[in-house]
């Protein structure tokens, strides 16, 4: 089993940037993919961002240019840094994790967050 831990969300203004962390415990991240994913009130959990490693990154539309996904398995730990956010970025934001693959459909994945939420003021 896999306990993911998110953190780094609150409030900011439009074009403000905030940067989310999710801590992994339990088994090692080298052999899994991790994703961002994101719900607002009202809608189904998109997909935000997947990492498979450093230099395999996939990203929504919506956020290409403005997000980024990192991590480093030596400290079990995935970030997603948020720049230039908009109102349209609030929601509640949750790491994943799939053992050995980093697919963009939330469904695939098994282990899960609690969520942080965002929320961007205009």
């Known amino acids: 089993q896999v306990q993911l831990v998110e953190s780094g969300g609150g409030l900011v203004q439009a074009g403000g940037s905030l940067r989310l962390s999710c801590a992994a415990s339990?088994?090692?991240?080298?052999?899994?993919?991790m994703a961002w994913f994101r719900q607002a009130p009202g809608k189904d959990r998109e997909f935000v961002a997947t990492?498979?490693?450093?230099?395999?990154?996939y990203y929504a539309d919506s956020v290409k240019g403005r997000f980024t996904i990192s991590r480093d398995n030596a400290k079990n730990t995935v970030w997603l840094q948020m720049n230039s956010l908009k109102p349209e970025d609030t929601a509640v934001y949750y790491c994943a994790a799939k053992y050995m693959s980093a697919p963009q459909a939330p469904g695939q994945y098994d282990y899960w967050g609690q969520g942080t939420q965002v929320t961007v003021s205009s």
């Open positions: 339990g088994r090692a991240l080298s052999n899994y993919g």
């Open positions: 990492s498979w490693s450093s230099h395999r990154t």
